[in-house]
């Protein structure tokens, strides 16, 4: 009798021992990931910059509103929402996988990261803008496929964007502006993916996990 109560005690130490090295291991699984409805900011990851828009538009090429890159960490023009492209969906909270089609939306101005043929500013690449009206709703150019070669697009590991309508990466040129915006970054669009500066980190961020209902409940915060 006593023999049996010890074993049993024993069995339910043991289980809820179990239970909790594989709920503390879901967490850390859960954390790895940038997830459909996360709010993130993108770092280039050789140029030390974040990816940034403003309400400031381009003087020339399509006059769209202007997307840089900037040094600061703290600059609230610098959070992107991952959302999926138009006419599908995304569980929020899920994983986002490698080769998925994205877009990227400016969350302050709700403009989507965006491109097209016109020449770029600075270097005469192409340009990227920001696009859409103020619902986040654009076109078919702010789609973008998040390249990576794990399964899923890792927080830790830096991914590259391909633009789906024109199939170039998403890049900083090194080259900076001088006024309204001295000192920003000025970002491109180049066809390969190997040309320098086409690495994005995930960075600073709101992350939502599967069966949270909005970015801002319950999101993981990471020195916002
Ligand atoms: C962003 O920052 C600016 C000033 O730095 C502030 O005026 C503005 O309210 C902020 N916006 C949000 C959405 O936090
Ligand atoms: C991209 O976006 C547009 C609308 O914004 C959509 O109609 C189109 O099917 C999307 N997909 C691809 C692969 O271009």
Same mark, same amino acid.
């Given at each position: 009798?006593? +023999?049996?109560?010890?074993?049993?005690?024993?069995?339910?130490?043991?289980?809820?021992?179990?239970?909790?090295?594989?709920?503390?291991?879901?967490?850390?699984?859960?954390?790895?990931?940038?997830?459909?409805?996360?709010?993130?900011?993108?770092? /280039?990851?050789?140029?030390?910059?974040?990816?940034?828009?403003?309400?400031?538009?381009?003087?020339?090429?399509?006059?769209?509103?202007?997307?840089?890159?900037?040094?600061?960490?703290?600059? +609230?023009?610098?959070?992107?929402?991952?959302?999926?492209?138009?006419?599908?969906?995304?569980?929020?909270?899920?994983?986002?996988?490698?080769?998925?089609?994205?877009?990227?939306?400016?969350?302050?101005?709700?403009?989507?990261?965006?491109?097209?043929?016109?020449?770029?500013?600075?270097?005469? /690449?192409?340009?990227?803008?920001?696009?859409?009206?103020?619902?986040?709703?654009?076109?078919?150019?702010?789609?973008?496929?998040?390249?990576?070669?794990?399964?899923?697009?890792?927080?830790?590991?830096?991914?590259?964007?391909?633009?789906?309508?024109?199939?170039?990466?998403?890049?900083?040129?090194?080259?900076?502006?001088?006024?309204?915006? +001295?000192?920003?970054?000025?970002?491109?669009?180049?066809?390969?993916?190997?040309?320098?500066?086409?690495?994005?980190?995930?960075?600073?961020?709101?992350?939502?996990?599967?069966?949270?209902?909005?970015?801002?409940?319950?999101?993981?915060?990471?020195?916002?």
């Amino acid at each position: 009798m006593e +023999n049996t109560k010890i074993l049993s005690i024993a069995t339910l130490v043991t289980v809820v021992f179990l239970i909790s090295i594989i709920s503390e291991k879901t967490e850390a699984a859960k954390n790895e990931f940038v997830t459909c409805g996360s709010i993130l900011k993108l770092i /280039n990851t050789d140029l030390k910059l974040r990816l940034h828009s403003h309400d400031v538009k381009y003087g020339s090429g399509s006059g769209q509103q202007s997307v840089t890159a900037v040094e600061v960490s703290d600059d +609230n023009n610098s959070h992107w929402l991952v959302r999926p492209m138009t006419g599908e969906t995304c569980k929020r909270g899920a994983p986002i996988k490698c080769n998925t089609n994205i877009r990227l939306q400016h969350v302050a101005t709700k403009k989507n990261l965006h491109s097209h043929f016109f020449t770029s500013p600075l270097s005469g /690449n192409q340009e990227v803008s920001c696009y859409g009206d103020d619902e986040g709703e654009g076109d078919s150019g702010d789609n973008w496929t998040v390249v990576c070669n794990n399964d899923y697009w890792r927080r830790d590991t830096p991914v590259k964007f391909r633009h789906v309508d024109t199939g170039s990466y998403l890049a900083g040129s090194g080259r900076t502006f001088g006024r309204p915006i +001295n000192g920003q970054g000025e970002i491109v669009g180049v066809s390969s993916q190997y040309g320098a500066y086409t690495d994005w980190q995930a960075s600073e961020g709101l992350f939502v996990h599967p069966g949270e209902l909005l970015p801002h409940q319950h999101a993981v915060h990471t020195e916002l």
